[in-house]
């Protein structure tokens, strides 16, 4: 079985300093690995996804994240927050790429100034 | 990137009453569509998938009896909530996976609808 574990609910940071999302999946396949951001009102937008290629993956807006076999673990990372990355992220594992989403419970990202 | 709307936005309606949401690709042929469920502060749950022209296929402990489900079309997916009550109250997301090639479905990426809030009184 699949699953994903975001393992904070809420991280707030200060404009300008980096930012640490914490995602840990289970999968008895090689996963494939997104992360989605939502804003308010507004539909998913895909971040970045890991399809078994380079471990490190780079997305949009700064964003990037590393797949690390070993610990389970798809963490997404910036190194400097601007205030329109206020959102919630979602972390997501599917087996086979897109036939079937999973998704962990979100992390909401607030910035201030 | 390929553009998914949903209509309407928003809606309120009464108990026992039917409610219809569709799901638009604008600018590419879907095959597959995909209905979730988002109850405030919580992830996303997929209700069903649907490919065009065949039936849905729901996820365990989803009514289709209450949720129909229709894609008659490769830019058109509807979701119907039957006799709808309080507890149906929810986000209903879609998204859309474009028709491809012979690996399609592998890496082929959903796009997502706004959303539609649903409110029954």
């Known amino acids: 079985a699949q699953s994903v574990t975001q393992l904070d609910s809420h991280v707030s940071v200060s404009e300008g300093t980096p930012v640490l999302l914490r995602c840990n999946y289970s999968?008895?396949?090689?996963?494939?690995l997104f992360w989605y951001v939502q804003h308010p009102n507004k539909g998913l937008q895909l971040l970045l996804k890991?399809?078994?290629?380079?471990?490190l993956v780079k997305g949009i807006n700064g964003f990037e994240a590393e797949f690390k076999k070993s610990e389970t673990s798809f963490h997404l990372t910036k190194p400097s927050a601007h205030m329109s990355d206020a959102a919630e992220y979602f972390c997501?594992?599917?087996?086979?790429?897109?036939?079937?989403?999973?998704f962990g419970a979100g992390t909401r990202l607030a910035v201030h100034p | 990137g390929a553009v998914v709307s949903q209509h309407p936005s928003w809606v309120i309606c009464k108990s026992g009453t039917s409610v219809k949401i569709e799901c638009r690709s604008l600018?590419?042929?879907?095959?597959?569509m995909f209905w979730y469920r988002q109850f405030p502060k919580q992830s996303l749950m997929l209700m069903a998938t649907?490919?065009?022209?065949?039936?849905?296929?729901?996820e365990q402990g989803v009514e289709k009896d209450k949720f129909l489900i229709n894609h008659a079309s490769l830019t058109l997916s509807t979701l119907t909530v039957t006799s709808a009550h309080p507890e149906d109250s929810s986000f209903y997301i879609c998204?859309?996976?474009?028709?491809?090639?012979?690996?399609?479905?592998?890496?082929?990426?959903?796009?997502f609808g706004p959303g539609t809030r649903l409110t029954v009184l």
């Open positions: 997501v594992v599917s087996l086979w790429g897109y036939n079937k989403l999973i």
């Open positions: 600018d590419f042929q879907a095959t597959t």
């Open positions: 999968s008895s396949y090689s996963p494939s």
């Open positions: 649907s490919n065009e022209g065949s039936k849905a296929t729901y």
């Open positions: 890991y399809t078994s290629a380079a471990t």
């Open positions: 998204s859309a996976r474009e028709r491809g090639g012979p690996l399609a479905g592998l890496y082929t990426e959903q796009f």
